[in-house]
């Protein structure tokens, strides 16, 4: 049987109150679904799943929910994003002409008990875990927004607002699933958005997911995958997109902001592509490949790092020095191909002092093609910490008052070989043993 | 207080009749929840604001939307384009078998009076403007139709319906704002279809914009954002996707086809990314880079430029010469890589007579990056203004009859200097001051 | 007249069954639409079309639905994928927790009478065809399934769960159309998902297409469409994505994985763009332009060929043999550029016995760019046919063991001429008369 009832809206379901428990109310849905749609196996016995609906408004979730059924939709109307930092602004007494404090949409709000259990999956919002043959399938989460609430403080001087530290995690996908969505999200003040293992064709689509610890990460091992056409940004602690032992994976059209440590890690990444994303971070170490990862094409980037413009953040960093390299690859056969590189940094701010920033840093393996990338690099003077948009935007655009900086633009250390770098900077800019590794710098004038 | 009165349907609210005036129901819905939503300032105030819904239907517009809260998504089910030069096509009399003249879907009419204002915010269909703070934030318009109607006469000979100019806008957004989302549209028949000022984190993303006089226009300045997956198209006056004052705009993966006077125009825009587009125009002037738009990444787009196949379009361009570059780049350190250009152009109307056309062109600046870059140039016979879709796409298609026509691939102005022109063009092709800038000609057979 | 009746859910229309016959109940809403909607001809004669909702379920089509009408939306909640592979590998009698054996969300299942025609569109479970003027514009498609059930015998060995053949078709839209969109569907066991003739301006986009003989089909001609952002897989006989006679064709950040016949293929298509794909195959011709198709653009993909692991499927493929080329272009003025190709095959099953695998191989045309392409090859050892998706994922992250592989990297043949190959491989790798071609060898160490 399957019918107009496999539609539910939260707000009219009789088990529960969907504002003051979420959780109840769509496990209770769950329950019902699997009541209603028990006949797997039999020749015509479809199990057509079903979509839940919640309509904007603020959902408290108290009970974590869990899915177990595949063909699942949850989904809401709106990802609810706005800024966090305006409630940590706000002056003691009165704001006149105070809009909103917090986030809105289809808002679910994550008050899971603290003491709610050990390990991530136990403190995720939604966790999708299920034994059994087939995988889970098909199950989608769209168009509604997962708030963290805040964040807690982490021993050190700088805010509890900033630590990026709360224990909770927005979507945790423990088992082994095919063809998910993720899709329209927004995700904020979570210390881990979105987290799945074992991801066969997923699709991580136009979503946005800012001011969370870190935003997406791929774990286990996975394939055929994409991430693609998002807006998201990262604490200072944690990884904008993160993948481990990933085959074919698409990373590409998606606008990755500050504060990431990382704006795209992969570990033991074979056969995939970051391609056409735009990349902006505050700190070395934006794209690292690692682990061994072989054979991926990073191209047709634009990477950006610049210095923290925001007085809270000033000294906070990913703790990696400007030798790191903004691209850093280790494994095999990768290609590094037509992207833009700016470094529009602090000379006075270089770490160790004196050095010269690197670009792009192959640290191990063979066979990399470093070809057609153009670095530019410039000293600015340190920023005055204004942290309103039209700031950020100034900082963003300036180029005055800049001066050339002197950068490495491809490194090559000594356990790296046999690797071709093509017109991607001149013969000082480059730094390789050229016994070991072909070079052909880019013609300057005169040259 | 949330629930699912937070959803609306214009077509059951009981004020106003959306289908005489949908402004005034709309402003209505708004008010209604501000009324219902009002706690701002306490702890657990949520304000999740709501989602309304237009049915597929044709709703007249005669008082313009006001938005001013934030987490407010509007949407309907079809973006419900059709070519609206259908109706200027409509013979006297009789047609048999014609199945519909206007555009559909959700269909907003616009219908403001024609003195509604001076500017050209009041003469939108829809206003989003809020003062005070925070930023107004998550604003959605999906899957939805805003139709202009009709165009206006402008003077000339050429007839009102293809004037472009009648004064409406679809969307105006006036103050400044974060984590926009503008998806499945349908903007049709309007002087300007979209125009957002002081964007942050706003995604454009999957819509169709069409036979409107201009279709995305990012004004003020603005970070952080991305135009992705549309379909675009503006008209002979007008721009297709222009952007001021930018950082971190991500443009990628849009079909942008003719007529606009330019297909991206960016003026004082850094550090954004043009990739991965497949754009189509009739006139030079394709990629305009001005204003000091500096550092930013135009790779692996398809350019076309050849010639304007329709009738009542003959003799009528954006103005431009031969000479001003299908890629036009002022400002420093650029990067122009993996492009194809191909100019398919009837050698008898090169303005002035007789002159090179030139593809890319550098008109100010130091350090850009000319690389890789595939130019393709034809002479075509004029064609004979048919306008039928078969014939459009047999214009497409057509290299028969064709010959090699004479290129200056890369022409770089006395007042640009130090740039890196690498394979984009033959000795001969390649016009630059070699003693400023460096230049790597690509091979050809025996040379 | 327009009003909140242009929304139609299909389990709540008066007229049939929608989970025994789909086709007749949406054929009688289409006519219902028309009988609403019949004044096209007057000055406001608006005729805005409808959508129709299909909630989670299993509906059963068994009379095709023949749209007409422009403007209309079906829809549904859930593109209710799952691998159907599983329901041929149930072992007999029972199988302890089994969850499901077929797709789901909102799932149409295609019940035509195998006699239902002779030709593909009468075999259609979706007939868009529409005389007359305009053009139908606007239809869309969206977030439901279209299951054909299962393949047919096909008088070889290997089992009818793997024939994909059965003559079934998911939409077949036959007329000239406009600004259609299908968007987050699902295909799954059809032997044409999505055949399109004469599209302009169509969107497909976020679908996932996967066990279906022929994912994408635009035959007849069209112009300014675009395959963006999805999952697509063909099966051994067929196409994942093909066009011909197309102008301005975006195809762009899709994941196309095994195993399609070709990945991409354009006959007689110009002035188009495969960017930005990542694309995966267990045999040769992956990228084909043939028929003329010439100025097109195919840059930052990233292809893999490698070997066949399942079982079931070993010493089945489609027919090339390693000569064919990865990228073959057949056509004038082409660019290929900034790709990533590995091939990762078995020495010991190259075909004919010995021969170089062949990476891109232009066989016509002149005036083609290859430029900054990335060639891997190695030799593995057959595989141990495990099709578990752990196993496929091992395979797809496996370099060990591996040893380098002698490649052709460019094929030039005498046919083809006045080309430009610039580093895309060494001297030897890159076999093309000199005389005829330029060629510039990728640097190498001493060399």
Same sequence: chains 1, 2, 3.
Avoid at 96 to 102: G, K, Q, Y
Avoid at 139 to 149: A, K, M, Q, T
Avoid at 285 to 314: C, Q
Wanted: glycine content about 10%.
């Amino acid at each position: 049987m399957s019918g107009p009832s496999n539609h539910y809206d939260v707000t009219r379901w009789p088990v529960g109150d969907p504002f003051a428990d979420l959780g109840e109310v769509i496990n209770s849905i769950i329950a019902d679904i699997k009541t209603r749609q028990s006949n797997a196996n039999v020749a015509d016995g479809g199990k057509p799943g079903a979509v839940i609906y919640l309509p904007p408004g603020d959902y408290h979730l108290r009970t974590q929910v869990v899915v177990d059924v595949s063909f699942l939709t949850i989904h809401g109307s709106g990802h609810g994003f706005t800024s966090s930092s305006i409630r940590f602004n706000v002056p003691e007494g009165e704001w006149p002409e105070l809009h909103e404090l917090w986030p809105g949409g289809s808002r679910v709000l994550v008050d899971l008990e603290p003491d709610a259990g050990e390990d991530d999956s136990a403190r995720a919002a939604f966790l999708v875990e299920r034994s059994g043959s087939p995988r889970i399938s098909s199950v989608e989460f769209s168009n509604f927004c997962i708030d963290g609430l805040r964040f807690l403080p982490d021993g050190s001087e700088h805010p509890a607002a900033n630590s990026y530290l709360n224990g909770k995690t927005g979507i945790h996908v423990a088992s082994a699933n095919d063809s998910f969505r993720v899709v329209g999200m927004g995700f904020v003040y979570l210390e881990h958005a979105l987290v799945i293992h074992h991801a066969d064709a997923l699709s991580i689509h136009d979503n946005f997911i800012a001011e969370c610890g870190n935003c997406v990460e791929l774990l286990g091992w996975g394939q055929a995958s994409k991430i693609t056409d998002n807006l998201i940004g990262a604490g200072f602690r944690g990884r904008s997109i993160y993948a481990e032992n990933h085959g074919g994976l698409l990373i590409t059209a998606n606008n990755v902001f500050p504060r990431g440590a990382s704006s795209v890690h992969l570990t033991g990444v074979s056969r995939s592509s970051v391609t056409n994303n735009r990349l902006h971070s505050f700190y070395p170490g934006m794209v690292i490949l690692d682990g061994g990862s072989s054979e991926n094409l990073i191209a047709t980037n634009h990477l950006l790092r610049d210095e923290e413009p925001w007085t809270p953040f000033l000294g906070i960093d990913n703790g990696l020095d400007d030798r790191f390299g903004l691209i850093r690859v280790g494994g095999d056969h990768n290609s590094v191909i037509a992207n833009h590189l700016s470094l529009v940094i602090d000379a006075q701010r270089i770490r160790p002092p004196q050095a010269t920033p690197v670009a792009v840093r192959l640290t191990a393996g063979t066979g990399t093609l470093v070809a057609t990338n153009h670095v530019v690099a410039m000293d600015v003077h340190a920023r005055s910490g204004d942290s309103a948009f039209s700031a950020q935007v100034d900082a963003l655009l300036s180029t005055t008052a800049s001066d050339a900086l002197g950068v490495t633009t491809v490194l090559v250390d000594p356990a790296s070989a046999r690797n071709s770098v093509l017109d991607s900077g001149t013969e000082e800019q480059v730094v390789a043993d050229r016994t070991a590794n072909a070079v052909r710098a880019t013609p300057t004038v005169g040259a």
